[in-house]
């Protein structure tokens, strides 16, 4: 069954350190890959997204994301993190359908 | 552009009534999903749209219902509320299939008592 696990529930890193958040799916073939952010009472907004190509892209707000094959991976970097990115991300996947599945999410802290 | 939005932002139900959540967007997107977020279990799909009179069920479809009758709207109606729908629910567009990435409203969160 196709699946999206972000093995991360919460995370907490201190200001200006970096950040890697966790995706990995199952799926026979490469799917779309995406990451969202949530801010509390807020709806999500899309960071970043893989389609073909490049397997490192960049998104807003200073994010990039790794795509891995080999590993059915997709994480999410930022090399300095603000207080602003304390939120919730969702890794997501499309499977050539029109449903997204979502990961669980990951909550991030940041600590000044 | 308003993009998508959804109301009432919030509500609250007694366990029986039934009522719709209602959504709109102005992007002239092809594609319309409705999502319920509960604590620990991310996103789920509840009903999609592929287009005007297209709709399909997603993963949580029980006691929700979903209409497409024109490309703007994608109205989510709740028959008979439970406790267990008590969640905040997404609506989300998308102008192409799977590749877009949706674009969110702001949610509605529902409480049944």
């Known amino acids: 069954a196709q699946s999206v696990t972000q093995p991360d529930i919460h995370i907490t890193v201190s200001e200006g350190a970096s950040l890697e958040l966790r995706c990995n799916y199952s799926y026979g073939a490469t799917p779309y890959l995406f990451w969202y952010v949530q801010s509390p009472g807020q709806g999500l907004q899309l960071l970043l997204k893989y389609f073909s190509g490049d397997t490192l892209v960049q998104g807003i707000k200073g994010f990039e994301a790794e795509f891995k094959r080999s590993q059915s991976s997709f994480n999410l970097r930022k090399p300095s993190v603000h207080w602003s990115d304390a939120a919730e991300y969702f890794c997501a996947v499309g499977f050539n359908t029109d449903k997204l599945i979502f990961g669980t999410g990951t909550r991030l802290q940041v600590f000044p | 552009n308003a993009g998508v939005t959804q109301t009432p932002k919030f509500q609250v139900l007694k366990t029986g009534q039934s009522m719709t959540l209602q959504c709109a967007q102005d992007m002239n997107h092809e594609y319309m999903s409705w999502y319920r977020q509960d604590p620990g279990m991310g996103l789920r799909l509840i009903h999609y749209s592929v287009g005007a009179g297209i709709t399909d069920q997603g993963e949580v479809p029980n006691g929700y219902n979903v209409s497409r009758s024109t490309t703007e709207d994608f109205p989510l109606r709740l028959l008979s509320a439970a406790p267990s729908q008590t969640s905040v629910y997404f609506c989300?567009?998308?102008?192409?299939?799977?590749?877009?990435?949706?674009?969110f409203g702001s949610g509605t969160r529902l409480t049944v008592v």
């Open positions: 989300a567009s998308s102008k192409t299939q799977g590749a877009g990435g949706y674009t």
